[in-house]
């Protein structure tokens, strides 16, 4: 599983020498990755050290000043029409660090919503899909909830159903249970924890050290804006080579 | 004097409520209250299409709308009126009915009004919304349409019935160019009776205080209704989430 050695059919995502500055400051110094298809990416590093930027270029909800990500064959940032963009964004699940779920919706028709006006699923069959995933998530009771009466876990067990309705191969997660009471975070973490099992690409930013020794494939160590170390998780947890890392995983067992 | 007021209404209540109607034009109660409620209706998608506009990243669409919305605001309304009534017509050649004029000047007026209040509540939401219904493949109108105008609009609400109640204000302004309403009949009342000033225009008063009144109260009464549902049905013990799982899970 070395960068070198995929071919570009097991190429889910391949992040090419992507540069990207708020103005004058570089967040994004020269990204270079990919992940296989099935495989489970943690990404950690520092706070500010541009891991929501890198996670959000992926899917174009921000842009870059150079460079190219391609998904599925294509590039993301390549000039394209915005209903070519809106398709490959709905192939690639996205989960927020605060949910964004839509509160005016109940938990079913946040989760039905988009099948059914993005790709013209009809609602009986989008609702019968939703009530499965929310089962899956272990909410099936919560259907008829609005989001402001369910819990942190509730609500991001939720999030991860809606995305997983537009059926996308790939799964990004930003800091999924980093905005979470600590009892919450493990009934999140089984849901994850569950799709790897069944073979889902994931690429995931979080410092959940046993989420990341349990089911990642590769840690990816990003700081200043560039990966400086990429390992099995045993590896980069025992034996962090690049000092910044040793630092980081220091700072943060205490 | 009560004695006065009540001849005066016995007198003239079907002038007061519906004008000259159906030997000359509608008036009265009747004009003011359909005037108020088309200018509202057709403000309202108005203020949607400025807000959206003001929003939008392509300066052609943002900068002729939000210059629209502070000249609209900054100047008074009487003025506007003016401006519609005289040049109009000199530029359109059109001869153009006082109602009509009226109504274009209060959709203007109130659309760029409740525009910075549709403005403020799509600001208000924040990022995430448009971000998740992004990264679902929305489109940018879909995500308008069906994610974030039925948040912003529904917290909208009480500005509405407020601007409702402003709306039926200005509409007294429509005298100015002879708009047959309310304050025209009663105005025409008082030339008959030409004595009597003080008691007509204290009905005058107390109409439209009555009705703007309610419909104030009916505002407040949402605000309250919309923000006991903003902090979480959870919190409601009128509406255990048990319930409404159950409603849900019929209609399914
Ligand atoms: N919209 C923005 N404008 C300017 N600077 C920004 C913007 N968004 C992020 N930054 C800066 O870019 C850098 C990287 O931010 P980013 O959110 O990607 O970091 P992060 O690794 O996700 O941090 P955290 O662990 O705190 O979430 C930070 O220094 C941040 O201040
Ligand atoms: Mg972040």
Known sequence: ?254 | MIGDIITIINDYWLLLLIGQYPNGPLGGLANTLILSALSIALAFPVSILFALARLSKWPLLRWPVTVLVYVTRGVPLLMLILWSYFLVPLLTGADVPSFVTMLTTLVIYQGAFLSEVVRAGIVALGEGQMDAARALGHSYLSAMRFIILPQALYNMIPSMISTFVATIKDTTLGYVINVPDLTFAASQVNNQLLTQPFQVFLILAVVYYAICWSLTYLANAVERRISRRRAGPANDPASPSLAQAKIVSEQL
């Open chain 1, 1 to 254: 599983m070395t960068t070198s050695a995929s071919s570009p059919q097991q190429q889910a995502i391949r992040i090419s020498n992507v540069c990207k500055s708020y103005g004058n400051y570089p967040v994004l110094k020269g990204i270079e990755a990919e992940v296989i298809r099935g495989e489970v990416v943690v990404i950690c590093g520092p706070s500010g050290s541009g891991k929501s930027t890198l996670i959000r270029t992926v899917n174009r909800l921000e842009e870059i000043n150079s460079g190219a990500i391609t998904f599925d064959g294509q590039n993301i940032h390549a000039p394209m029409r915005t209903k070519e963009l809106n398709l490959l964004r709905s192939r690639i699940g996205f989960v927020f660090q605060n949910f964004n779920l839509f509160p005016h919706l109940s938990v079913v028709e946040n989760v039905s919503i988009s099948p059914i006006r993005v790709k013209g699923v009809a609602p009986g069959v989008a609702r019968d899909k939703a009530l499965k995933l929310l089962d899956r998530v272990g909410l099936a009771d919560k259907a008829g909830a609005y989001p402001g009466q369910l819990s942190g876990g509730q609500q991001q067990r939720v999030a991860i159903a809606r995305a997983l309705a537009m059926e996308p191969p790939v799964m990004l997660f930003d800091e999924p249970t980093s905005a979470l009471d600590p009892e919450m975070v493990g009934e999140v973490l089984a849901v994850m924890k569950g799709l790897a099992a069944e073979g889902m690409t994931m690429l995931c930013v979080t410092h959940e050290m046993g989420f990341a020794r349990e089911v990642a494939d590769r840690v990816w160590f990003i700081d200043a804006g560039e990966i400086l170390e990429t390992a099995p998780p045993e590896e980069f947890f025992k034996h962090p080579r690049h000092p910044r890392a040793q630092r980081f995983l220091a700072d943060l067992r205490h």
